[in-house]
């Protein structure tokens, strides 16, 4: 019932830059691993990258990897997911997720976010 809000999606040329936002009212984010996900016209839902809850440990898909880095801050409730490098494969809408626990590997989602859309296109 309780929702994630995402904030920070937009129109970017390729090679270009975004960072995204996740955070939550009234209940703290930092109890739980936080993952980000996204959904392209025409595909299924894919697991983009997850952070633990600590910020101690991350994980990312391969097709992102070294042009994404996901980072928390606590103190501000907040989960970020820098995007550089975007490719047009990159186009779809985002979603983070709470996950059950503290870790990535529980793959039991407790909140999502509405989404934001990503598109990049020159």
């Known amino acids: 019932q309780l929702q994630l809000v995402e904030s920070g999606g937009g129109l970017v040329q390729p090679g270009g830059s975004l960072r995204l936002s996740c955070g939550a009212s009234?209940?703290?984010?930092?109890?739980?691993?936080i993952g980000w996900f996204r959904q392209a016209p025409g595909k299924e839902r894919e697991g983009v990258s997850c952070?633990?809850?600590?910020?101690?440990?991350?994980d990312y898909a391969d097709s992102v990897k070294g042009r994404f880095t996901i980072s928390r801050d606590n103190a501000k409730n907040t989960v970020y997911l820098q995007m550089n490098s975007l490719k047009p494969e990159d186009t779809g809408v985002y979603y983070c997720?709470?996950?059950?626990?503290?870790?990535?590997?529980?793959?039991?989602?407790?909140?999502w976010g509405q989404g934001t859309q990503v598109t990049v296109s020159s």
């Open positions: 997720a709470a996950l059950k626990g503290h870790w990535c590997f529980y793959k039991e989602y407790q909140y």
């Open positions: 009234g209940f703290t984010l930092g109890y739980n691993a």
């Open positions: 952070i633990s809850s600590s910020g101690g440990s991350t």
